[in-house]
């Protein structure tokens, strides 16, 4: 459950190095090799084609038409972090635009994930700082009623902990908890080797149902080839 | 309310010089300037990134699948006009393709914001003829059914009077009544000077906590910091 | 009805030659010429802008977050196909990736057009790869449920038989049966040399309500002119 | 455009005896009966079944998840008015429950029409106050954010000035400006008188085709009938 | 593809005996019986709790905002048939209202099922003339643009042929091919005979996991329980 | 982050008699209880008018398409639970009907809430067995792929901990966690005995705004009236 008007100072990031790992990597990859599970929904889309972060979570809870808190977040950033902003309601306003975005990037955060608006973006664009949202608004926001930074937080049907290793590209964004982070970064790697020598097969047209061995389990399935 | 059948021929626009100085901003700062308020919704997307327009608008109202008002609406533009479609219904047809735009750029059109389908994208794209709609459609549309032009409407939620300047760019919509064209042009000029230096802060390390002084403010709402 | 289960190995695809002609127009301008008639629905949409291709279609039926029919499709394939994926449900997830990508393209497939999500946007994108999706998700999808190949689907609200001309463009995706195409062909030809001509109109200031006659049915509509 | 931080106190209401006879009619005959127009979208929806209300407006403009308005609107209710909240940006949380209605009902409002949220609507259902709305939602909202009260507002698509008559049953809401009232009544008594008995010449089984004429009009738009 | 401007006829539809055979089952269990497809999309909902009906399609195609079809298809109803409209785009107009109620049961229609809105929902209900549609709406038609009666349609992403069984409950709308409507008939009620006893089972405390025999299934495919 | 193919079998479950203490608040009073948080999306709505539940949480997390970990989390229901059903991606299938209802009754479950689909509502709703779901489909689902149940899952952007207290209405869902159970049963009493007094203040016409000491903070915040 949410706590409301916390803000917590001293929060476990995951390792620098394996945070680094991670970002070599993209959404997919990483997703498969959690066991297919991480994901933010897919409404949250990059403001622009080709953006691409990984880092460390600092979690804000924003309430509705309101972005005090990302004030209060920026405060509390390392460098290497990513902010990730969720809210206790549907809201598509502009919480984020150029200014928070020089100041977060004065702290050292790499992007941001808001499950919210997002507005300069031909700003955000050309500084080279990528964002992720659930929309694209100029309505602007009030800095009136508290949420919270760096509690746990469900943003875009996820649930992210402070510290927890955020990496986002083009296709989505997935949350790796900072306790597993080591694990998944190893296999990874080990499912991106492999897929290596699967491209190469397919590209010389041998068939996926002959390279994953799929035509048996597909006749025991009882599927049927007809003329 | 609606009167369907009329075209008004002689509408007050605001004043060119006036339109021309909000153009030169953002409409996130023209939003910000006439007090947060103004805006379309933000499904009302651009049709290529970095699309930006500001005129006084000409208005149409349509019916669904029907742009027959589209046609009587080009023969109402002057230089400097930008066309505000609404719909009597939503609907996301393809209501305007290249040849509308050819004829609506002839008449010195700046653009078109249409709470409908827009087709003819890669045309429009290499024509940079900017156009704001709420889907991409091929659909085509009839010639049946009277709406009007040059009455107030509504379009994305926002009401728009015919004359009324419309600024748009890659956050979105904001419309700006003919007579507080001037007043707001200058609030957004205040607010952008002012912005300058806000930046240059922030990109220092410069907290928007300190700068806004907030931290009064959030310790009264009772935010507590913890460990 | 759709049955389960089923690969249709022999189907009758369109002509080559005329395949080639439709991939000349755009698919409103097909569309047209087929009487207003032949969309997919408008939330299909290509991952790239620019994206264009056109193919006779293989068609695929999946079960929600499930592949397996993709890599039964790709052994179906044969050079100028396009694969037209439909789902049982509403379905987001990721069924498609570069993998699959280099798969079909050995195959000789020209792209693909699913009712459900694509993942490796970046990495198609650079193949060159042209995908029209109802999403761009990293979901990951397992192998378990039977599906069909090549029967008759429903992809984004509009029928589909397999040797189907699909064309799909930055404005959407439209459809022509195999036994109308050479038809739909002539009647787009027809069309666009029509355009060319009214386009200099337009741009030389001639009104559509002039060059279409309109105002004569306008007045007997009822429309009125005020001041 | 909207202003914030006002409250009109004097509005001219639309004339008692004219709201009562449009309260006669359902709001389709009403919509027809103004030339097809005044509807809001078709999203609002009644909280229960037989929901039936028609006052003069009320209006308020709230902001998202903030329902300070509502208790100011509720001094400036007289006898027969119905509330119409709009919002600042989409937002469905639960600004009105049974406090707020019983508030409401003591200054005589006959309901509630709020482009947000709705809460305690089994109470609101045994107390038998209507309220349309776009969502039912718990949320609670804060009271820190000035909006205004009986300004003009776009509530669902639709412009309503305070003082219009607000007519909404279990088809949707429809707004019958104060000026057009007594007309938009009759022209709703002459279709209303106009069913009755059309509706017994179809149950006779004479076909719409011939009471309305249609044949000649459809044989000439090119309708063929095959077998 | 949409042949527009057509009225067939003649149409073959399904067997009386056996359309009443499926009319005792409900949407889901017919669906089972297919083999679990021939739905269509979920957001078709019926007007009023409790809606039920089964009968032989006649089909219409409606252009948006137009429901000139209606009309033409009235003459095409038979006892027991039931009318399935499609639109050749997403609209929510209300097509639909108590008036072509009254003439379709004249004509003997047993219920309306319609990519669209619908109206005069009280009257409907009252009258308990049963209505599946994807939205309410007071919005009026014009009668301008043909489309067509008794062609094969895609209603709410399922194909439809005139004379196609079309079973409609609280839970959906399910399309049984003519062709196929005494062999589903069948496999219903097997289905049916069958749940009356798992039925009994389950509610003495029998779990599905043991009646279905998943222990096995669900170890071999890895199932830890953790305590 | 989810970690599938695990069933947890000794869940700490919140204290029956605080459960029956919440059991007695409405769903609003008790989000307002815990500070205004708590709430599941407001999509998911009742199966029928009046339902309530209130239970400790047996979570299931579900695979789209697939309802195998139903059966699996049958085995774990003691009486007065309530599942919650999440799934891996936004699915409308419908996973649960009449059978597993029957299953879930005989093991003294109370109630469900789906993050996804339901069927069967007549007979569900005969039976008074109350269900909260994002959709009503007939959509039936196959049994292949490993989920988990009684790990924490978020279910409609609320995260949800077995053992934890759900209370459901016709106003939404709310989730209590079990460790705080006591306080907010003790909150929301204290807050409901606060109502009836303001209830019957409005009732004799109080106004919030003196009721509230709305007014000051109110001029303060700029509020101005005109006439």
């Known amino acids: 459950m949410y706590e409301l008007g916390i803000v917590k100072r001293n929060i ?5 190095a394996v945070v680094d790992q991670l970002g070599k990597f993209g959404s997919a990859t990483v997703h498969e090799a959690m066991g297919r599970v991480g994901l933010m929904k897919p409404y949250m889309r990059p403001i622009y084609p080709g953006a691409h972060a990984c880092g460390t979570a600092v979690t804000v809870l924003l309430q509705p038409g309101d972005n ?8 509390q950033l390392q460098p290497g972090d990513i ?3 969720a809210c206790t309601t549907d809201n598509s306003d502009g ?14 955060a790499v992007g941001l994930v808001i499950d919210g608006g997002c507005r300069d973006v031909k700003d955000l664009t050309a500084m080279h700082f990528p964002v992720w949202s659930r929309a694209i608004s100029s309505k602007g926001t009030v800095k009136s009623t508290l949420g919270s930074v760096n509690i746990a937080v469900v943003c875009a049907g996820m649930s992210v902990d402070p510290g927890d290793v955020v990496l986002a590209d083009d296709d989505g964004v997935v949350v790796v908890p900072a306790s597993m982070a080591q694990k998944v970064a190893g296999a990874a790697a080990a499912r991106e080797a492999n897929e290596g020598e699967k491209r190469a097969k397919l590209a010389q047209g041998v068939l996926g149902l002959d390279m994953y061995k799929m ?3 597909l006749e025991a399935a009882g599927l049927k080839y007809i003329d």
């Open 95 to 108: 919480f984020f635009g150029d200014l928070l975005a020089t100041s977060f990037r004065a702290r050292g």
């Open 68 to 75: 005090w808190m990302m004030h209060v977040a920026a405060e």
């Open 215 to 217: 035509r048996g389990p």
């Open 83 to 85: 902010v990730v902003a």
């Open 12 to 16: 476990v990031r995951a390792d620098r």
